[in-house]
């Protein structure tokens, strides 16, 4: 308890604990960025009229969602080395934005497929009378309300993902929860865990009132 009657203490546990919530955003940020687009490319995967096709795409979402994502990361980082003797020294971070990146593109993909194929094929029909090409149509018309749909779904994956990143642990990378449990153990206190359960709140917080100003935003769509 001395950190909380210690004001000028605690500050210190807050400032050594940022250099670990700025690799958390870092992986945050790059983990959506890759993601989100791949998730579009596994969904047209998925929906591919060509049942090979499809079906691959189906069991590699079946296996990113039936496997945790620990399990992934040591995959994605120890496989090269266990596989083809690679050094991977310098893979460490790669290798988080590779299996975050994988795994979240794979729910990413059902949240879009179930968009789409939620859509009414008048549109499509309406489109194609109008002179708007498959991909005009697409992007035009039917991406904008499929983004609306889905929203709160993908809200719900970004704030998971935000705790997620403290899986990063598993692969020794020093994110905020890594610094928070060494200084735990070296001071015998759960005060860093609590000064980390607020930085993920507060960080929470700030992602569910942005995708709030995005359903906002594409309100007009109905």
Same mark, same amino acid.
């Given at each position: 308890?001395?950190?909380?009657?210690?004001?000028? /203490?605690?500050? $210190?546990? /807050? &400032?050594?604990?940022?250099?670990?919530?700025?690799?958390?955003?870092?992986?945050?940020?790059?983990? &959506?960025?890759?993601?989100?687009?791949?998730?579009?490319?596994? *969904?047209?995967?998925?929906m591919s $009229?060509?049942?090979? /096709?499809?079906?691959?795409?189906?069991?590699?979402?079946?296996?990113?969602?039936?496997?945790?994502?620990?399990?992934?990361?040591m995959v994605v980082y120890f496989g090269p080395f266990y596989l083809f003797g690679m050094n991977i020294g310098k893979w460490r971070f790669p290798a988080i934005i590779t299996g975050f990146a994988l795994n979240y593109g794979a729910y990413f993909a059902e949240i879009y497929r179930s968009g789409i194929v939620s859509m009414d094929r008048g549109q499509y029909e309406a489109a194609k009378l109008l002179g708007y090409s498959k991909g005009q149509t697409f992007v035009r018309i039917i991406l904008p309300q499929v983004v609306k749909r889905i929203?709160? *779904?993908?809200?719900?994956?970004v704030i998971t993902l935000v705790k997620d990143t403290s899986l990063a642990f598993s692969i020794s990378y020093v994110e905020m929860f890594t610094i928070a449990k060494q200084i735990a153990? *070296? $001071?015998?206190?759960m005060v860093p865990f609590v000064a980390a359960g607020i930085f993920y709140y507060i960080f929470n917080f700030v992602v569910a009132w942005v995708m709030e100003l995005l359903e906002k935003k594409f309100s007009y769509y109905h």
């Open positions: 308890m001395r950190y909380f009657n210690n004001f000028d /203490v605690f500050m $210190k546990l /807050v &400032l050594s604990m940022t250099g670990g919530f700025y690799n958390t955003l870092i992986i945050f940020f790059f983990t &959506l960025t890759f993601s989100l687009p791949l998730g579009l490319l596994i *969904a047209f995967g998925r $009229k060509n049942r090979i /096709v499809s079906g691959i795409f189906r069991l590699y979402i079946s296996l990113m969602r039936g496997t945790p994502l620990m399990l992934q990361l929203l709160p *779904a993908i809200t719900n994956e153990a *070296a $001071k015998t206190t």
